[in-house]
């Protein structure tokens, strides 16, 4: 069974930092885009920043210039640095990814993490 499981979250003063890890597992043949979203209380999920398929990153203007997606050479964990944390950036963060589990699989299934509290606070 295929999962993603996230950590890193957590309670932080403003201005401060947080690194968020994603890993993948399970039986996974290739993963074709992985990255991070954010779901504030009572406000839509949304994209932070993400590894598109070709390989490209996409960040939502709020995360430009403060928040650094990374992933490890086995493509199957990303993370996610966050600096100059603002109490905007409070809510679920979900790491999510698009994935096939074999070789003759067209379309990639998506996966959703189970999400993990980042809260900005002082």
């Known amino acids: 069974q295929v999962q993603l499981v996230e950590s890193g979250g957590g309670l932080v003063q403003p201005g401060g930092s947080l690194r968020l890890s994603c890993a993948a597992s399970?039986?996974?043949?290739?993963?074709?885009?992985m990255g991070w979203y954010r779901q504030a209380p009572g406000k839509q999920r949304e994209l932070v920043a993400r590894?598109?398929?070709?390989?490209?990153?996409n960040y939502a203007d709020s995360a430009k210039g403060r928040f650094t997606i990374s992933r490890d050479n086995t493509e199957n964990t990303v993370y996610l640095q966050m600096n100059s944390l603002k109490p905007e950036d409070t809510a679920v963060y979900y790491c999510?990814?698009?994935?096939?589990?074999?070789?003759?699989?067209?379309?990639?299934?998506?996966?959703w993490g189970q999400g993990t509290q980042v809260t900005v606070s002082s």
């Open positions: 590894f598109t398929s070709t390989g490209s990153t």
């Open positions: 999510n990814a698009r994935m096939r589990l074999a070789p003759g699989q067209m379309n990639p299934y998506n996966y």
């Open positions: 399970g039986s996974i043949f290739s993963t074709s885009a």
